[in-house]
């Protein structure tokens, strides 16, 4: 894509280079670009749409104490307005150059009868060479019963020119799945030998790159044993097209997309999966979006990064219920849209996204319970609301068991409603034997809440039992229908137990150590983000992808914490008990329970609630200091400009090395 300014003289300046000229950002001028004209484009649209009417009050009668289900204000016109724009925003950036539609998935195998498997290339044309590429993705598990087909395991590759005399050229090995292996050197050679000695090996595309570093040297298939199996040597170069000469994040897989993309590659073409340490839910929606458009860094990354999208109008609803002013709702959809860790979490291939889109969104449904008195509500309407809550807390727990700790969130909010409740029931219990001090009225709805409270609680406790136990159970064991975990076993209940055992062996057990590993007093304060990638581009920008938060989150975050803390506990402040709840749930097992090496990316959860428990903050100040709205907004602006001057170290995005440096605002902060 170029910007031709002056075309007779061939000087030619592309985006990119005037990006990274005037910001060290190379895709900024397009994201600044395409993000100015869709706001302009909705701006215009919602101008001409018709004003929201307001909703009817529904309050009825009630006793002094008795408090009375909020009223949830209905979105009008500016809300829909301020969702819109921040969520069009922010999928602009979360899909800006997510990832390659194209890479080699036609996958060869040795044959199934041999112990070892030879395969001779021949160079067509040039026979000069400066590197050799070579990428693999899983073969066929289903074949080789007594192991999973996967990886490079010791394949030596030999060079000749004769046919007779073979010289080493190097060896494949280890190396991980979905990532480039590059051996380089200076060769000229006609034919290229590749010695196979494991049954599991598997190759999907192997290049060899020009001396001058260009283009990719044509191959043909010289000699193969297994020319008329199912696995021939031609699927190792039958996509050559799909190979890039500067492999970037954007071309490969990185971090965890070892695990996530592969495990939902085998589901996808139902093989027996090679291992799994998370519930597989969520790699089964990753799953089903590799069946529909195939294998690539884009689709694998895509479900993540659209759940990702949906966490910002989820997020708006949360405080819109909590917070009513469309103002206060816009900060924090704005401090959740320009989180780091949200937008790199959102951009790889993993379950983070779906945990916490469906953590937010079990707590939204607990908290319009929370607000909702069963004594002026319809009874069936706080049934249904714990329902569909129970329906999220499953599908939640059955992407990462990440979201049983803010399960124990959603029952303390269930139990203080219902303490609530109790105790009006007592209090309707005293005004009854001592009438002569009530009117009529207040007599009449003390009977009626007598009267409603043991059959409504009694109904509510032995249903919730069904919504929050049972149901969660059976979306959890039937999540593992696709899926192939027990080898030639079939599904089960016991077998799903017998993984969930595995997989808490797994994670109890680990005792491994990690360069970029950090503990929750850290996470905090952002002071030890974990560093996923760098790479270099064929233009010379670097590109390098770290996780950790919005340092003005974490910072302003934790004396917002503290803040909630104190409402709640010392004010008894309803609104602030919520994102207290949260904050405690979502990090106090990784305070007392777990002892493994853990990351940034586990404070994940808890930054959501950070982000409530800040709005709840700012909507203090805007009460008791009438300026207070100024200091937000510098503050909102200022968060945002951080963000913008990050997107190099959170999404990969091009730069130079020196930038990236300049980033590094601690000694305990590394981007490469």
């Known amino acids: 894509m170029f910007f031709r300014i002056d075309s007779r003289q061939g000087i030619i300046l592309s985006m990119e280079q005037i990006g990274y000229t005037l910001f060290r950002n190379t895709e900024l001028p397009w994201l600044i670009l395409i993000c100015c004209a869709a706001s302009a484009l909705i701006l215009?649209?919602?101008?001409?749409?018709?004003?929201?009417?307001?909703?009817?009050?529904?309050?009825?009668?009630?006793?002094?104490?008795?408090?009375?289900?909020?009223?949830?204000?209905?979105?009008?016109?500016?809300?829909?307005?301020?969702?819109?724009?921040?969520?069009?925003?922010?999928?602009?950036?979360?899909?800006?150059?997510l990832g390659s539609p194209v890479f080699p998935v036609t996958t060869w195998q040795p044959l199934a009868d041999s112990d070892g498997h030879d395969v001779v290339f021949r160079l067509d044309e040039e026979t000069a060479f400066?590197?050799?590429?070579?990428?693999?993705?899983?073969?066929?598990?289903?074949?080789?019963?007594?192991?999973?087909?996967?990886?490079?395991?010791?394949?030596?590759?030999?060079?000749?020119?004769?046919?007779?005399?073979?010289?080493?050229?190097?060896?494949?090995?280890?190396?991980?799945?979905?990532?480039?292996?590059?051996?380089?050197?200076?060769?000229d050679y006609r034919y290229l030998w590749l010695r196979s000695v494991s049954r599991s090996d598997t190759v999907s595309e192997i290049g060899v790159r020009s001396a001058d570093g260009t283009h990719f040297v044509k191959l043909s298939v010289y000699s193969d044993p297994g020319l008329d199996s199912k696995y021939p040597a031609s699927l190792m170069i039958d996509e050559q097209e799909k190979l890039v000469l500067d492999p970037i994040y954007y071309d490969e897989g990185y971090f965890d997309e070892v695990y996530h993309p592969r495990n939902a590659w085998e589901i996808a073409n139902g093989q027996r999966m090679y291992a799994s340490v998370h519930p597989l839910l969520g790699t089964n929606v990753m799953a089903l979006f590799i069946r529909l458009f195939g294998m690539s860094p884009f689709v694998w990354r895509?479900?993540?990064?659209?759940?990702?999208?949906?966490?910002?109008?989820?997020?708006?609803?949360?405080?819109?219920?909590?917070?009513?002013?469309?103002?206060?709702?816009?900060?924090?959809?704005?401090?959740?849209?320009?989180?780091?860790?949200?937008?790199?979490?959102?951009?790889?291939?993993?379950?983070?996204?779906?945990?916490?889109?469906?953590?937010?969104?079990?707590?939204?449904?607990?908290?319009?319970?929370?607000?909702?008195?069963?004594?002026?509500?319809?009874?069936?309407?706080?049934l249904k609301t714990l329902f569909v809550c129970g329906l999220w807390m499953g599908i939640s727990i059955a992407v990462k068991w990440t979201a049983c700790y803010s399960a124990v969130g959603l029952a303390i909010l269930l139990f203080t409603n219902w303490f609530c409740r109790l105790k009006e029931y007592i209090a309707a219990g005293r005004m009854i034997q001592n009438p002569e001090e009530c009117s009529e009225e207040d007599l009449s709805?003390?009977?009626?809440?007598?009267?409603?409270?043991?059959?409504h609680i009694l109904m509510s406790i032995g249903l919730c039992f069904i919504f929050f136990i049972f149901i969660p159970a059976i979306i959890y064991c039937i999540s593992y229908l696709p899926d192939k975990v027990w080898k030639d076993d079939v599904w089960s209940v016991s077998n799903v137990i017998r993984q969930a055992v595995y997989m808490y062996d797994y994670h109890t057990g680990l005792d491994a150590t990690h360069p970029y590993q950090s503990?929750?007093?850290?996470?905090?304060?952002?002071?030890?983000?974990?560093w996923y990638y760098s790479g270099t581009d064929g233009e010379g920008f670097y590109h390098t992808i770290a996780c950790f938060s919005n340092p003005l989150l974490t910072w302003a975050g934790l004396a917002a914490s503290l803040h909630?803390?104190?409402?709640?506990?010392v004010r008894k402040d309803k609104d602030a008990w919520i994102p207290a709840v949260?904050?405690?749930?979502?990090?106090?097992?990784?305070?007392?329970?777990?002892?493994?090496?853990?990351?940034?990316?586990?404070?994940?959860?808890?930054?959501?609630?950070?982000?409530?428990?800040?709005?709840?903050?700012?909507?203090?100040?805007?009460?008791?200091?009438?300026?207070?709205?100024?200091?937000?907004?510098?503050?909102?602006?200022?968060?945002?400009?951080?963000?913008?001057?990050?997107?190099?170290?959170?999404?990969?995005?091009?730069?130079?090395?020196?930038?990236?440096?300049?980033?590094?605002?601690?000694?305990?902060?590394?981007?490469?």
């Not at 759940?307 to 405080?319: Q, W």
């Not at 709805?445 to 059959?455: D, G, S, V, Y």
């Not at 909630?564 to 506990?569: E, G, N, Q």
């Not at 963000?643 to 590394?670: C, D, N, Q, V």
């Open 564 to 569: 909630i803390f104190y409402a709640s506990f």
């Open 445 to 455: 709805e003390a009977e009626r809440i007598r009267k409603l409270f043991p059959h």
């Open 519 to 530: 503990s929750w007093y850290m996470w905090i304060v952002d002071a030890r983000p974990i």
């Open 582 to 672: 949260g904050i405690i749930t979502a990090l106090g097992p990784w305070v007392t329970l777990v002892s493994r090496c853990v990351f940034a990316y586990h404070y994940y959860p808890t930054s959501v609630f950070v982000i409530i428990a800040l709005v709840y903050s700012f909507s203090v100040l805007m009460k008791e200091y009438p300026s207070a709205h100024r200091w937000i907004f510098a503050f909102l602006v200022l968060y945002t400009v951080i963000f913008i001057a990050f997107l190099p170290a959170t999404a990969g995005f091009g730069t130079s090395g020196e930038y990236i440096k300049l980033l590094e605002w601690f000694p305990s902060w590394y981007f490469g």
């Open 44 to 97: 215009i649209l919602f101008r001409l749409l018709p004003e929201r009417r307001p909703g009817k009050d529904r309050r009825v009668y009630h006793l002094k104490n008795v408090a009375s289900s909020k009223q949830f204000r209905k979105l009008d016109k500016n809300d829909l307005l301020s969702i819109t724009l921040i969520t069009v925003i922010y999928a602009v950036i979360s899909l800006w150059k």
């Open 130 to 187: 400066d590197a050799v590429y070579a990428i693999y993705g899983e073969g066929d598990n289903n074949s080789n019963p007594d192991n999973y087909q996967i990886g490079f395991h010791n394949i030596i590759l030999y060079g000749s020119n004769d046919y007779t005399q073979w010289d080493e050229i190097g060896t494949l090995d280890n190396g991980s799945v979905y990532q480039y292996t590059i051996l380089s050197g200076t060769w």
């Open 302 to 382: 895509l479900p993540g990064a659209l759940a990702g999208i949906l966490m910002i109008p989820v997020m708006y609803a949360i405080l819109k219920l909590m917070f009513e002013k469309t103002s206060l709702c816009t900060a924090g959809c704005i401090l959740l849209a320009g989180d780091f860790m949200h937008l790199t979490t959102s951009r790889i291939g993993t379950l983070e996204p779906f945990s916490i889109l469906t953590i937010l969104i079990m707590f939204y449904y607990m908290i319009r319970y929370y607000y909702t008195s069963f004594y002026d509500t319809p009874f069936k309407v706080t």
